[in-house]
């Protein structure tokens, strides 16, 4: 852990993660009404509200509110600005080390899909490189530094997103 890392106890993230999807899909759209691309095959109004409607809720729940619950019912926090006092490797974070900026990964897709906007689709590869740049690494150097073999043997086991 870096100096101040060991001064507050949390991780170094350098962006507060929910901007970054929500930044992601508010350029696409403004993207969108500047620059508009025309998708390469169109779909009906319904089937892009139910499959992107379908992929919003379903990462909201399956991944982003599991998740949430999972860490709280541990007495924890979502918050990575706040510190971390156990590992947390049951419930989502059995498949995945990042349930939570897996989720915002896939509602931004999700959203490209409802509004049929190639832009947000575009961006959120970008939207997966912030999280995994700014806030990903920085919380996995923190949980090493913090738990040491336990953190190292669970990323082992467990993937990054999937």
Partial sequence: MNKGQLERDAA???VFPPAVPLVTVVAG???DRIWPI???FAAP???????GGMTIVGAFLLLGLWAVITMRRTG???NPYKPT???VANGPFRVSRNPMYLQMVLVCLGFGI??????IVLLTPVCAWVLHTFVILREE???EAKFGDGYIAYKRRVRRWL
Avoid: F, G, S
Wanted: hydrophobic share 55%.
């Fill in 76 to 78: 924890q926090t979502e």
């Fill in 38 to 40: 025309a998708p390469a």
């Fill in 45 to 51: 109004p319904p089937v892009r509200y139910i499959v």
């Fill in 12 to 14: 170094d993230v350098r």
């Fill in 141 to 143: 150097a923190y949980l």
């Fill in 114 to 119: 409802l509004l049929w906007n190639v832009w």
């Fill in 85 to 87: 006092t156990e590992i």
């Fill in 29 to 31: 759209i403004i993207l």
